[in-house]
Structures are given as C-alpha cells and as structure tokens.
C-alpha cells in the first residue's frame, strides 16, 4: 500500500504556472500593447511628415540646379518661367503626366517650404520656377497618375 500513496502524491505534485500567475502576465502583456500601441502612431505620422518634408527639400534643391543652369527653362511661357511636377521616385523634374502619387502625410499636413497644405493622399509636389525673381514656388497638386 506504501508504493500506491507514494505515486500518488508524484502525480499530484505537478510542475506548470497556475491560472492566477497567466492572468498576471496577460494583463501586463494588455498594458504594455496600450501604451505602445499610440507611441508607434504618433512615431509613424512624424516619419511621414519627415518624408514628404525631404520631398519638398529634394525638389526645391533640384529646381534651384535647373534656374541656376544656362539652358533655358522648358516648359514656360518663356525662357524666364517654367512649371514642373517633382518625380520622387527618380529625384527629377518632370512634366507630370506620369508621376505616381507620393505624398505620405494626413490630409491638411502644412510641410515646411510649401504654400499649401496637402490635399490628398494623391499629392505631387508641384514646382515654379521664375528665373526673372529668382523664386521657386512649391505647392501639393493632384497627380495625373494614381
């Protein structure tokens, strides 16, 4: 009778984490995930920001290349004008007709540099340049290609 009671209480003496214990580390598990969970949102809109923001230094640098060149500006009325549609995705200055949407911020996101505010998630960055007053003019535009 000895060697029944003896396997009996191996048996019983189970190794393992009791309910109590799990519930404790999923409500930890729930704390953690609502805190980060807005952290990583707010991280994710300023990265977006920060994107179309390069964007708009990209065109505005490679629109002051193209006015500081001898060529004459294409694309204007004259020599003096010329309007064009910032390509992101080739870092150029293009005409329009086939640049891909790129803008990333939420609708109403006002970037440094750009007199208007983003329209829509369609957005390209449009670019006038007047050789004539030395002024490059960035705006958000729909794209022609979505």
Do not use: C
Request: hydrophobic share 45%; charged share 25%; glycine share 8%.
């Amino acid at each position: 009778m000895k060697k029944f009671k003896l396997n009996l209480k191996k048996k019983l003496n189970r190794k393992g984490f009791t309910l109590a214990e799990l519930l404790v580390v999923v409500a930890i598990l729930g704390i953690l995930v609502a805190i980060s969970v807005p952290l990583f949102s707010s991280r994710l809109e300023a990265a977006k920001k920060s994107t179309d923001e390069a964007n708009a230094r990209a065109a505005k640098a490679v629109a002051a290349a193209l006015m500081m060149e001898d060529t004459a500006l294409t694309g204007g009325v004259d020599g003096d004008h010329g309007v064009y549609y910032y390509d992101a995705e080739n870092g150029t200055l293009e005409d329009g007709s086939a640049i891909t949407a790129y803008s990333k911020s939420a609708v109403g996101t006002q970037i440094e540099g750009v007199s208007n505010a983003i329209q829509s998630e369609k957005d390209i960055l449009k670019v006038g340049i007047d050789r004539a007053l030395s002024t490059i003019t960035l705006t958000w535009t729909a794209s022609t290609k979505r």
